[in-house]
């Protein structure tokens, strides 16, 4: 429940820094989990071009997905299973894997809350 507990707060939380002044009350348009027991791969380099064009974040979703595809291109998948959530789904290109599919913050949440326990653990012995 804790791991839910913060996808559910990360998800919903906003810098406090002139919040009231700014009406700065965000929230996540994409949040992408996976489960499995690969090695955790970063995406962040699919912004050391910054991404252009009208809509960003339709572009940054798409960014992510392009460098994913190139990773799992290279290595093979890095996840047994997905979950996301994608506020601006209607918006992306049909063919986009993130175009469909997605799922409310409560079934992100509880997806990598739940996927932790079904997980094999690697650490030392008790």
Known sequence: RALEAFVEAFALASPSGKKNSFAN???AEFLLATLGDQQPLTLANAFLNPVRGGD????SIAAL??????????YGP???AQRFLNVRA?????????????????????????????LPFH????
């Not at 650490?123 to 008790?126: C, E, I, N, Q, V």
Request: charged residues 20%; negative net charge.
């Open 25 to 27: 009350h965000v929230r």
């Open 56 to 59: 960003l974040m339709v572009a």
């Open 123 to 126: 650490g030392p012995a008790a």
């Open 78 to 80: 890095s996840f047994d």
């Open 90 to 118: 209607a918006d992306m290109k049909t063919e986009s894997v993130f175009a469909s599919g997605a799922a409310p913050l409560s079934d992100v949440a509880a997806f990598g809350s739940g996927g932790m326990d079904a």
């Open 65 to 74: 997905e392009s460098r994913r595809n190139a990773f799992t291109a290279a």
